[in-house]
């Protein structure tokens, strides 16, 4: 059964720090590039940022700076650390994994962590 857990989200003022993880069971994590996705109340999905199993890393221009995502793979866990945080940060944080093979993509999504930066 897969199953991709967040954790990590919470309450946090402006400028300050989250580090949000993604704990993933069920298929073979090393073979999926792994993204963070978030949607902000009332508006739709957003992907922040993505990272695949050699390391190399993309992010949406508003973050870059700011959030640096990593991946342990003996772990089966994403991150993401996000600093100077601001209120346009605010969101719902998903994560996801996703893989391409032979013309089929696998898709897999957590159930989300939420995430709101106010004084």
């Known amino acids: 059964q897969v199953q991709l857990v967040e954790s990590g989200g919470g309450l946090v003022q402006p400028g300050g720090s989250l580090r949000l993880s993604c704990a993933a069971s069920?298929?073979?994590?090393?073979?999926?590039?792994m993204y963070w996705v978030r949607q902000a109340p009332g508006k739709g999905l957003e992907w922040v940022s993505g990272i695949n199993n050699a390391g190399a890393t993309r992010y949406t221009d508003s973050v870059k700076g700011r959030f640096t995502i990593s991946r342990d793979n003996a772990k089966t866990t994403v991150y993401l650390q996000m600093s100077s945080l601001k209120p346009e940060d605010t969101a719902v944080y998903y994560c996801n994994g996703e893989r391409r093979l032979f013309g089929k993509t696998y898709n897999y999504w957590g159930q989300g962590t939420q995430v709101t930066v106010s004084s």
């Open positions: 069920g298929f073979t994590f090393s073979n999926y590039w």
